[in-house]
């Protein structure tokens, strides 16, 4: 239970860019040590995702509520907002001393941003790739989001549907 | 999420929206969730350091119910194949939503040469070895840093 909350609270430090840039490299950690198999992974997302709610905080109170019940979840979700709580803390007490600029910090982010969520569609899409059905939903949800001004939710849950439909 | 936040702040008269926006940018300077970020630091903002826990955990109490809640309830269909098949498309839509928002991430910036190359050499790093995570980062991070100071 230590371990699990542990992975959460050290990916915590990283979760830069909101929830999604982590979720790549989080199922590398989990996965790797055995921690979830990837199709328990793949659920957790979706669960995570159609739950309100920041995805990263759900992920986390998901994976330990699945292992350890209750408490689980309630270690994990602690574990994982502690870090940005010591950060912010951190940077409140240097920002009266240093100053750093802002815009340059800003976009050296984003750059990360772009990395890890680089990262996060490779990692959930590749083990799905050879499966024609997959590409259909996740292009047509592309599409769909790219062209209109569909709110999100309602996508992952025609997602959910097509894939009732046409996946075996 | 933030555009309610933003929403209620000018309701309650707590935050202009210009200061919102200051907010909103540092939260995005530090590590975890934006919305649980923005949340920590208009508390903060509004009513000090108690302010900014009382809007932490107020902010974190719902989802985790909800997911406890739900978990509890797809447990008791999960051996059903149309639930799995529902979950599995959910998970391709939110492929399809990341590639979406990585688009537009990668629209936005500017892209020279050497930014391009740490960039590509970073994620190709940390999608085959994923443990060092956080060495990775920070050395991206100065890498970038360094040559941004240029511009």
Redesign the interface.
């Known amino acids: 239970m230590i371990d699990l909350a542990f992975v959460f609270f050290k990916i915590g430090f990283v979760a830069l860019g909101g929830g999604w840039a982590i979720v790549g490299v989080l199922k590398a950690e989990l996965v790797s040590r055995g921690l979830l198999t990837p199709e328990q992974f793949a659920q957790a997302v979706s669960i995570a995702q159609i739950t309100p709610g920041p995805v990263a905080i759900n992920l986390a109170t998901y994976t330990g509520y699945m292992h350890y019940g209750f408490t689980g979840a309630l270690l994990n979700t602690l574990a994982f907002i502690t870090p940005p709580i010591l950060v912010a803390l951190i940077a409140w007490m240097i920002s009266r001393k240093v100053r750093l600029d802002k815009r340059k910090i800003t976009n050296t982010l984003r750059s990360l941003t772009t990395i890890m969520i680089t990262v996060t569609v490779v990692s959930l899409f590749l083990p799905y790739a050879k499966i024609a059905q997959v590409w259909i939903i996740a292009g047509t949800i592309f599409l769909l989001s790219a062209k209109t001004k569909i709110h999100p939710i309602f996508l992952i849950i025609t997602g959910g549907f097509l894939g009732v439909l046409i996946l075996s | ?1 933030i555009p309610m936040m933003m929403w209620e702040m000018e309701k309650f008269s707590w935050l202009k929206k210009d200061k919102f926006l200051d907010v909103f ?2 939260a ?10 923005t949340a ?2 208009l508390g ?1 903002r509004i009513a000090g350091i108690s302010g ?1 826990f009382a809007a ?1 955990i107020a902010v ?1 109490i ?3 119910f ?3 809640g ?2 509890s309830i ?1 447990r008791l269909f999960s051996d059903n194949v ?1 639930i ?20 537009h ?2 629209k ?2 500017k892209w020279s040469v050497y ?1 391009t190359l ?2 590509v050499a ?2 190709v790093l ?2 085959l070895k ?2 060092f ?2 060495v990775i ?1 920070i050395s ?2 100065i890498l ?2 360094i040559k ?2 240029k511009f």
């Open positions: 999420m940018s540092f995005q300077c530090i590590p975890g969730p934006i919305a649980f970020n920590l630091l903060k900014a932490g974190i719902p989802p985790f909800a997911i406890v739900v978990t797809v149309y799995g098949r529902f979950l599995k498309g959910c998970y391709m839509a939110i492929v399809g939503l990341l590639v979406n928002i990585l688009w991430l990668v936005r910036q930014k740490v960039v970073a994620a940390l999608y994923g443990s995570l956080i980062l991206t991070f970038l840093y941004e100071a």
